[in-house]
């Protein structure tokens, strides 16, 4: 293979670090060290519900350089009606619903959206010829976010694998799907959603998802003329890393327990509930006589909803439980960290006696923190979330599990909080159920999604 030869990710999730951007660092850096070029889109022009269109990136860099380089689509913004408020139009009248037209407006919008996708995927291939790529990452490309570029983007792969003569170059990997995913609030309509991309039979593409439901979902809706694969995210159960225990730069005592939520601070996440199990450990901690503090730390970025921040620093007020509630700011993985940054997501994990998920039901197809708990032989609790058994819970893997559903998805009761009470003051049962849970984590948590490509550089150049 050429040397120069690229792969390029394109996130449809527009948010600068997420499980998603994580997860295709990780592959990248393995392309990287297979001798290709890795270039990442964070889709501020895809998902345009962030704000984000058309603004250069700035910190973002920082955070990449090293690992991959950012690119996004050149004079994007040149394109007659690609613009934010056509792309939210066509969202409300075709995918959730919300406004209703005449069909002659909706065909108006089908056309145009027809004519948008035709000029983007011009676009996409004078990209990837610039760049001499040879393979394609698309993360979350189904959700019917943009249907535009999505639907420019099956247009790019096929012209740019028949102008190559490449065989199967793009892995179109879906991490939610649009029954699992907002569905209390209808952000993707309802089924059939008719006017939803669906993944096409192509000789370039390799389907992927997280689980076998949302495998089985996504065949049954492309009418079995797709075959998906199940590729688990990835973790690295490595006992040779050194890790730095920051419970001093935090002001938390060694004797103290330190419980991390790693999460993004927005309302799905459910934040909510560990403000609450923070404030009953706390009880039950004063009614044993036990000198011992319960903190929650928070790796998150507030700006990403203000709102929702807001409310939990009311929440902490009104529970009275402040001084034990520290939002630290988005930390980086280790992979991702950079000079600038002191500490890593993996420092906290390190410094942590206990991991928190208590997510709700219909939001994550997977559950990251947990992966990365286990691997960094920490104990976690969770919510029962829709995915949680599938990703996790068959496998054996131990933990208090808070018991929710799509109906009762409530706050933490006496019996949860008096089950992580009781694992918090036995240390030896949490080192127990860590060690277990890493052993089970090395056998069940390592398939990687590079496999599908044939990394044989001893062939011809794909691009």
Known sequence: MNTDTGAIFISFDAVAVSGITVEALKIAKLLSQKGLNAYLDLGYDIKIDKGMMNKPYSWEKEIYENNVTLVRLDDIQSIPNYTSNFIEYSHRVLINQKSTVSSKEEKRILC????ISQRLAEKIIQQWENLNIGYVIVENGTLPENIIYTKALYQAIEDYGKRHHLGMFAIW?????????????????????????KPVKSPHITYVTLNNNLKKNLEI?????????????????????????????????????LIVRTTRIIPQKRIDRDFHLVHGLNQRFAENNIDRKIYLVISGEPSENRDYYQVLLNLSEELAIKPAIKFIGLLQHRCLSTQKQAYTIEDLYYSCDLVSFLTSWDYDSY????????????????????????????????SPVLNISEQQDNLPDDAFIDEVYNLLINKSLMTEIANHNYDIGKKVLTNNVIDIFDLDFSGETYA
Not at 112 to 115: N, P, R, S, Y
Not at 240 to 257: G, K, V
Not at 371 to 397: H, L, M
């Open 112 to 115: 145009t959206i027809d004519e």
């Open 173 to 197: 990997r879906d991490h939610d799907l649009m029954w699992n995913s907002e569905k209390t609030t209808m952000k993707y309509g309802r089924p059939p959603y008719p006017y939803a991309v």
């Open 221 to 257: 809706w492309c009418d079995n003329e797709i075959e998906v694969n199940v590729k688990r995210n990835t973790y690295e159960f490595n006992d040779q890393i050194n890790y730095t225990n920051i419970r001093e730069h935090l002001s938390i005592r060694d004797d103290d327990i």
């Open 367 to 398: 559950g990251n923190p947990i992966g990365e708990a286990i691997s960094c032989q920490r104990c976690y609790i969770t919510t029962d979330y829709e995915y949680y058994q599938e990703v996790y819970g068959q496998y054996g893997f131990i």
